[in-house]
């Protein structure tokens, strides 16, 4: 990838008093106005990752969300989410069902690269849906077995981005906004570039930055709470470039607020701040 400048000028610094924003609602609103998010993932041993995805994408304000999993998580996510429809999912057929009520997909925490993964994510790149692709999705997609289709988001880490480039993670980070970019066109589609001032790419060629965050964010479980607010508020009407720059400035900001707090910082401790954040930025009420 050859090495580029880019004028600030050419990059918009996302700001709290320049950011897009969900509609009111009105007094007579009901839930089928506002989305259903299905996310598909939680392999074995990996349920939390989904049930994060899944918590994030509730408390953001979709309407319905939807929870495809191994059946052995059914359990534990009914005590943990009772208000998430959570389905065992053996095969990809199963899915078509869920697919066809659905208005958002979020697919890739703790999906896993094995065969239960593969076949899902198979039977989700098929779907006419905006989607978000996070985790093991993209690691599925840099092998070259599917398609995201359009209208999506992707939201790779450096090395996933490397991964899906073909280069090395340090040629990623020495041009953040190329590599950002050269994804974008490479695969159509909006990208957030996570890491230290987070990067939201558009292939028509915008590009913004977040400079929001901590230190302390650097834990598991931060993008599974990213992929289902993206979901969320997908599911809420945002236009997808719009919904990935709200969606990482309140996901930056609540680690920012929750991180100075110190070390010890959990995925699940920033998913109440966004709700705060949100109805800061979009009140629910005029």
Known sequence: MPQTKHPLSEIQLLTAGQLPRLSC????????????VLLIGGDLGFAGAALLGAESALRSGAGLVSLATRGEHVAAAGARLPEVMALGVHSAN??????????????????GQGAWGRSLLSAAA????????????????????????????????????????????AEVQADRPAAARALSLRYATVVVLKGAGSLIASPDGRLARCDAGHPAMATAGLGDVLAGLLGGLLAQGLAVFDAACLAVWLHASAGERQGKLGRGLAASDLIPVIRQLLEEQSPCLS
Do not use: C, Y
Request: glycine content about 12%; proline content about 7%.
């Open 94 to 111: 199963q899915l078509m069902g869920l697919l066809e009520r659905s208005s958002v997909v979020v697919i890739g925490p703790g999906l």
């Open 25 to 36: 609602r009105s007094r007579e609103a009901h839930k089928g106005q506002f989305g259903h």
């Open 126 to 169: 098929n779907a006419v849906l905006p989607q978000v692709w996070d985790a093991d999705a993209l690691n599925l997609l840099a092998l070259g077995d599917v398609s995201m289709p359009a209208g999506s988001v992707m939201t790779p880490h450096p090395g996933e981005a490397a991964r899906l480039l073909g280069i090395s993670t």
